[in-house]
């Protein structure tokens, strides 16, 4: 079992910049893969970045590539997303999630969620 709690959105102006934090529990973080997903007012919720349990295979939406960043740090057992240059269109709920395999861009194959943090860009 993992649980995972996410920290860090907030209110942003476009152009700015956020760090979010996803600190999971048990003593087998290193072995999962994390994956940040999104989801906006009245949208579907998608894929924003995946990184493998050992941080050597990291991928990234379209959207997002070239602003945002994903990293782990195995031995706090937390993964990070550094946004940068966010726009409007960035605005929506956040999810870290945690999954035994390596289907990184497949929500359906991720076994546990965190509550999400909510992240809003101000035009």
């Known amino acids: 079992q993992v649980q995972l709690v996410e920290s860090g959105g907030g209110l942003v102006q476009a152009g700015g910049s956020l760090r979010l934090s996803c600190a999971a529990s048990?003593?087998?973080?290193?072995?999962?893969?994390m994956g940040w997903f999104r989801q906006a007012a009245g949208k579907e919720r998608e894929f924003v970045a995946a990184i493998s349990g050992s941080g050597g295979r990291i991928y990234y939406a379209d959207s997002v590539k070239g602003r945002f960043t994903i990293s782990r740090d195995n031995a706090k057992n937390t993964v990070y997303l550094q946004m940068n240059s966010l726009k409007p269109e960035d605005t929506a709920v956040y999810y870290c999630a945690a999954e035994a395999g390596i289907y990184y861009f497949d929500l359906k194959k991720y076994d546990y969620w965190g509550q999400g943090t909510q992240v809003t860009v101000s035009s």
């Open positions: 048990g003593r087998t973080f290193s072995s999962y893969t």
